[in-house]
Each structure stands twice: as C-alpha cells, then as structure tokens.
C-alpha cells in the first residue's frame, strides 16, 4: 500500500495537470478572440483547437469569456498573515498591500496575464466576469477582515471595508484597462488605494 508520501505526490501530479490543462484550454481561448473577436468564437472552436472535449471545457470553466480570464491565486499564507498581524498600519493600508502581492503574483506567475490586457481593451464586453471574480474577492476579502478585526463573520464592519476596498479595485482595473502607459496593473490598485487613504486623512486641528 503506497504511502502518505507516495499518496501526496500522486495528488500533487493530478493536480499539475489540472492546472496546464486549465491553461492550455485558457491560452487557446484568449489565441482565438484576441484574432476573431470573442463573439466569433464557440466554446467547440476553442474546444477543438485545445484538443479537449466540449464536456471538458466545461468542467473548467462557465464560459467562453471566463475562459480568457487568467487565473488569480488566492493570497500566499504569509501574505495572509502579515495582514492579519501587522497592527502599525491601517486595515485599508494592509489591504493595499495584500491585494498589491496578490495582482503581483498572478503577473508573475502566469503567462497569459500580460496578454490578459490586450484582451480586456479589445473586449469590454468581458466585464461582466471580471466583476463577477471581484464580487468573490470582496467576500474572501470581508472574511479577512474581519478576522483582523477580532469581529463577527459577514459583520457590517467587515461587509462596508471589502466592499469599499472592491471599488477601488474597480476603479483600477479600468483604469489599467484603457491605459496607455506600461504601468502594471498592481501599481494602478495601489495609486487608487493611496487616493481614497490621502482624502480620508484627518487634517491635523479639524475636529
């Protein structure tokens, strides 16, 4: 009988694979409507030309268009942590930070976040899944919030902070989305965070 060991590096094969394939489906799907449009592509196009099965796609992704959206790796555990620990700046500093290493990683770490870009410009009509994966963000990031805060799951403390934090990130993206300069997408989230921090500051004397 294989060991723990032996059991574990069996799961983390099947689950290598699972991520290539999910990328292969997802590069072939961005290959095709960054050069037809994505409304002149079919889930059996993509489908085909990534060797996969119809069935298949489907188990990796709801749609075309979500297809052509790069993975976004949930927070690294230190990350996490150091969010949840590091009281010398404030809860909306320690989000722009964490949402700041978050963006960073996934440019790093996956191929097709570059050519993402090119993709979101050419079609603005895949917003509605960008807001969709934001929408999940917020409540991962509310949970979050409100374990820093010592509060209670899905407080109206922690609910208001990610869902403002969420906004910002909204106002990012399509900011990054029509811009023409190389500034990444990480370092607009930041400017957008720095903005709202610099207007909420309390003027030294004001009551």
């Avoid at 590091?86 to 909306?92: F, M």
């Avoid at 930070?97 to 870009?117: C, D, G, I, K, Y």
Wanted: charged share 25%.
């Amino acid at each position: 009988m294989p060991g723990p060991s032996t059991h574990g590096e069996g799961a983390d094969r099947v689950g290598r694979r699972r991520r290539e394939l999910r990328e292969t489906i997802s590069s072939v799907a961005l290959d095709l409507a960054l050069e037809r449009g994505l409304d002149a592509v079919t889930v059996d196009q993509i489908a085909k030309a990534a060797n996969v099965s119809r069935r298949t796609f489907f188990n990796y992704f709801p749609s075309k268009a979500a297809a052509c959206i790069p993975d976004t790796f949930p927070p690294g555990r230190d990350a996490v942590h150091l969010f949840l620990t590091d009281r010398s700046v404030s809860t909306l500093t320690a989000l722009t930070r964490l949402l700041w290493l978050q963006v960073s990683m996934a440019r790093q770490e996956t191929p097709l976040f570059n050519r993402f870009h090119d993709m979101w410009r050419q079609e603005p009509g895949i917003r509605t899944e960008v807001y969709a994966i934001l929408s999940r963000t917020e409540e991962e990031l509310a949970a979050l919030v409100a374990r820093r805060e010592g509060g209670e799951p899905g407080s109206v403390e922690a609910a208001t902070v990610a869902a403002a934090s969420i906004a910002i990130v909204r106002v990012a993206v399509e900011q990054w989305r029509t811009d023409e300069s190389p500034t990444l997408l990480e370092d607009r989230i930041r400017e957008s965070f720095d903005a709202v921090i610099r207007a909420t500051e309390i003027v030294p004397g004001e009551p």
